[in-house]
């Protein structure tokens, strides 16, 4: 009976040219990871063999210094098999860099590589002023110099970006990639802020084990 039933559903997904998903894909839709650390090339095509479709990889630090890795894990994910893939940026202003020179010295380290956008990662408010009103003329002036290099989308939640930027509305222009950790591919736990009220990305789940690599899962 076993048998039968089981022979049944491979012959109905033929018919119906259906696909079974990978296990970790639980919802329709596009999955992928954000990564901070060096990822080799066989642990890329370890995720791509697992339905990750995207990856984005950190380019620049909280330290206020670029990230070293990033070259080589932006390399890796192309030749592993990923079509998609972007950077995000970490930046801080307590530091002595403006927000030009940190974009600037951020797009410089990746010369060589081959990347889609920018994304901005507004988060940690002990990274960020004590002044709404600073913090989001610095943003203004991340995004702005950001641009001038690639398409850029902004990557925060609603707690963090409301600790850093309050009510401010200036990053709504761009695309969003939000953070809900409720291990829920889906865009239906979604609540607008900041000006968006449509996400494009959102990250579901963080600190996860998949290929032997620490990743954060994300979904669009």
Sequence with gaps: MKMMFSALVVICSLFLGIQSLPVNRTAAGTYG???????????FSCLK???FEFAIIRAYRSTCSSDPNAPATIRNARAGGIKYVDVYMFPS??????????????????????????????????????????????FDELLSAAKKYKKVGVYASQYQWSSIMGSYTGGSSQPLWYAHYDDN????????FGGWSTPT???YAGDK???????????Y
């Design 209 to 219: 084990t998949v290929c032997g690599a620490d990743v954060d899962k994300d979904w």
């Design 93 to 138: 202003p307590r530091c002595s860099k403006s927000a030009a020179e940190q974009v600037e010295e951020m797009v410089n380290s990746l010369a060589e590589s081959n990347y889609g956008q920018i994304w901005l990662d507004i988060e940690g408010s002990q990274y960020w002023l004590g002044s709404e009103s600073a913090n989001r003329q610095f």
């Design 33 to 43: 990871v954000d990564v901070s650390s060096l990822i080799s090339e066989s642990t």
């Design 185 to 192: 591919p889906s865009f239906s736990d979604f609540e607008p």
């Design 201 to 203: 990305i959102k990250q």
């Design 49 to 51: 063999s697992n339905g």
